[in-house]
Nanobody, 116 residues
Framework: VLLVESGGGLVQPGGSLRLSCAAS????????MNWSRQSPGKERETLATISSDGTRRDYAPSTNGRFTISRDIAKNTVYLQMNSLKPEDTAVYYC??????????WGQGTQVTVSS
């Protein structure tokens, strides 16, 4: 089982990024998929969740309509589209997969830096 995040980088305030989380060893259609972030000195924050059947998407208040989680079953990949980025969005972003059996897998994270 492997989750690999990509798409992070340096972006100016107001810019956009799309993060990808490529899964292997399991099907994302059988797991709830989450995006989280953690910045130095702060607790990890779950930002967005898409249910295993894809019918439900939940977002943290901090995303404020700026982030969208989606998935491509054929590519076994989950995405996080982030718009109107702010300096306070700077963090390491992680995806994780969890199911009802307690299986919980995490990627290594991708750094997002919002700065002018």
């Amino acid at each position: 089982v492997l989750l690999v995040e990509s798409g992070g980088g340096l972006v100016q305030p107001g810019g956009s990024l799309r993060l990808s989380c490529a899964a292997s060893g399991f099907s994302i259609s059988t797991y709830h998929m989450n995006w989280s972030r953690q910045s130095p000195g702060k607790e990890r924050e779950t930002l967005a969740t898409i249910s295993s059947d894809g019918t439900r998407r939940d977002y943290a208040p901090s995303t404020n309509g700026r982030f969208t989680i989606s998935r491509d079953i054929a590519k076994n990949t989950v995405y996080l589209q982030m718009n109107s980025l702010k300096p306070e969005d700077t963090a390491v972003y992680y995806c994780n997969a969890i199911n009802g059996l307690g299986h919980d897998y995490w990627g290594q994270g991708t750094q997002v830096t919002v700065s002018s």
